[in-house]
């Protein structure tokens, strides 16, 4: 009867549903049911294994979507377990962090360098400039006048050097190219 069949429709959402460890689509595992029950039914029709073309005849399934249902993981683990039977590592040991730390600091380095780089173009007045006001060997940026204090020249000099290496960087197409990429 019609009751018959949306209570078994709902039992097959549940399992579908709560039966694994790890959720797949209901379309996923509908497709997977129809697999299974093409090839039950064509291995009793024939008498033999079905070939993957009459399985993908009878299911609709085009061969790349029959391929992904078969490499679906039918079986978890746990991240707990050891990574083989003579190892104390566990399988999370193993498992890549989502840290990226390390790639940050690659890439903090890369710009460190280019930096420097982009530095040795300026005269040593207009690198210690940009250093002080800027703070680009690691310490606070300073204002005008205490940038200016500290290499005891006026405001208006810092000021004109600053300017002119900024200038100086914005015209090299190294640096904005090294910018734009950034």
Do not use: C
Not at 9 to 36: C, D, F, K, N, Y
Not at 65 to 87: F, G
Not at 93 to 116: F, P, T, Y
């Amino acid at each position: 009867t019609y009751a018959t069949w949306w209570i078994r429709q709902s039992l097959q959402r549940a399992v579908q549903q709560h039966g694994r460890t790890i959720r797949i689509p209901l379309e996923v595992g509908e497709q997977l049911q129809r697999l299974e029950a093409a090839t039950a039914e064509l291995t009793s029709l024939f008498g033999r294994r079905p070939t993957d073309d009459e399985i993908l005849e009878a299911t609709g399934i085009n061969r790349t979507q029959r391929l992904q249902l078969e490499n679906l993981p039918s079986v978890t683990a746990s991240l707990d377990q050891p990574a083989s039977s003579d190892s104390t590592t566990t399988l999370g040991e193993l498992v890549g962090s989502n840290d990226d730390s390390w790639i940050e600091g690659i890439e903090r380095n890369m710009m460190h360098e280019q930096l420097k780089g982009a530095l040795n173009q300026l005269t040593d007045l207009q690198r210690d400039v940009l250093n002080f006001r800027y703070g680009l060997n690691g310490g606070t940026p300073l204002s005008l006048q205490a940038t200016a204090q500290k290499m005891d020249i006026g405001v208006r000099r810092v000021r004109r050097a600053e300017e002119e290496a900024l200038e100086i960087l914005r015209e090299d197409p190294e640096v904005l190219s090294q910018h734009e990429n950034a």
